[in-house]
């Protein structure tokens, strides 16, 4: 049964596609058809523009991209920015002076990286963008500007309580998630990926009920909350896939691929 989707609103790694690994042949033309027949696809990512865009038009997405875990909206042809919440600098300065120096922090500002201090995993975490890496000593309180989001990068065996931790501090005056196994994330407070599409859903005169969204981790929760239809991937965390419409196959099993014929395509 068609439902009607008119807007496909999808998280990148870990749901269109697998770690570190390429859009498969059967992804793209799903996604191809999809937008031929006048559907909106969208990328949902924690990764800020600079990183994400590049995906989007690999994949030949047309319409806008949401980053910054729901803090920033761009039109994809214009690059022009849409919306977008930043971390008010007395709260950023605050975040980053809890930073212990065991851990690695990043603000990432107009799509540069801010750090007090470079470690391995700044460095693979940044990786190709380096030229965009600043090391900051006193960054706390040289802020160049409002962050779009704040990165705590750790070991996976810390995540969870950091996460704990960081919710219950800063949990009442910002949005925190945990985006990936050893990646801790703060934002604006009213920065979601859910708040992000029902705004896209909203300019586009879109009714929630034709919105279909595809996630995997903790930051796509309030995305597959509010959609129409909720989608966790099979390889998704399990608080994701207790809140979801549908389990869709893993992302290396061509899952979003599956879910878009199945849901969007299957009339054709």
């Not at 269109?16 to 059967?26: H, K, N, S, V, Y």
């Not at 047309?62 to 920015?81: K, L, N, Q, W």
């Not at 859910?194 to 981790?217: F, S």
Request: negative net charge; charged residues 25%; proline residues 4%.
């Amino acid at each position: 049964m068609n439902h009607f989707f008119q807007l496909i609103v999808a998280d990148l790694d870990g749901t269109l596609r697998a770690d570190q690994q390429p859009f498969t042949p059967r992804l793209r033309e799903a996604v191809q058809r999809a937008q031929a027949r006048g559907v909106r696809v969208v990328i949902a990512t924690g990764r800020m523009y600079r990183t994400a865009v590049p995906f989007a038009r690999d994949l030949g997405l047309t319409s806008a991209i949401i980053c910054d875990h729901g803090a920033t909206i761009r039109d994809v042809p214009s690059e022009r920015v849409l919306f977008q919440k930043t971390v008010p600098l007395d709260l950023a300065r605050e975040v980053i002076e809890c930073a212990s120096d065991d851990l690695a922090v990043l603000a990432c500002i107009a799509d540069e990286f801010y750090t007090p201090r470079l470690s391995p995993s700044i460095e693979k975490f940044v990786d190709i963008y380096r030229d965009y890496l600043h090391v900051v000593p006193n960054l706390a309180r040289a802020l160049p500007g409002e962050p779009q989001k704040i990165i705590f990068i750790n070991d996976e065996s810390v995540t969870e309580s950091l996460f704990i931790e960081l919710k219950i501090r800063f949990g009442n005056a910002l949005q925190v998630v945990q985006s990936w196994h050893t990646y801790v994330e703060l934002t604006h407070r009213d920065a979601s990926k859910g708040n992000a599409a029902a705004w896209l859903a909203q300019r586009w005169n879109i009714p929630r009920e034709q919105v279909l969204a595809l996630g995997d981790q903790d930051n796509d929760r309030s995305m597959i909350e509010w959609a129409g239809m909720g989608v966790a991937m099979g390889n998704a965390i399990e608080r994701v896939k207790a809140i979801a419409d549908f389990i869709a196959p893993r992302a290396e099993d061509d899952g979003a691929a599956v879910v878009i014929e199945r849901f969007v395509l299957e009339d054709e």
